[in-house]
């Protein structure tokens, strides 16, 4: 099972889809179902939650072998390195 986060999103969508395709296992994360349902038709499991709520991203990755993320930077920070914690 690989959980991918954002999969409602084109990335994320796109991912959850070749590994599908390949016959992967695929736990679907996003906040909307409406728009994972295209997921869901082809196989993955499908969970909709916040990315900023622990409890929900702890029960997704619960049995993953592998989890990807793919997050966007605060357009805000004036110091990329120190947002992601490398400065």
């Known amino acids: 099972m690989i959980t991918v986060m954002g999969a ?3 990335t994320g969508r796109r991912v959850a889809e070749l590994l599908l395709g390949f016959g992967e ?7 909307s179902k ?5 997921l869901e038709t082809k196989g993955a499991e499908v969970q909709t939650g916040d990315a900023a709520d622990v409890r929900f991203l702890a029960s997704a990755f619960r049995g ?3 989890v990807f ?11 990329y390195r120190a947002l ?4």
């Open 69 to 79: 993320t793919l997050l966007r930077p605060d357009s805000r920070s004036t110091d």
């Open 34 to 38: 409406e728009k994972l349902a295209r």
């Open 84 to 87: 992601q914690g490398s400065g």
């Open 25 to 31: 296992k695929v736990r679907a994360l996003g906040r």
């Open 8 to 10: 409602s999103g084109h």
């Open 64 to 66: 993953a072998e592998g």
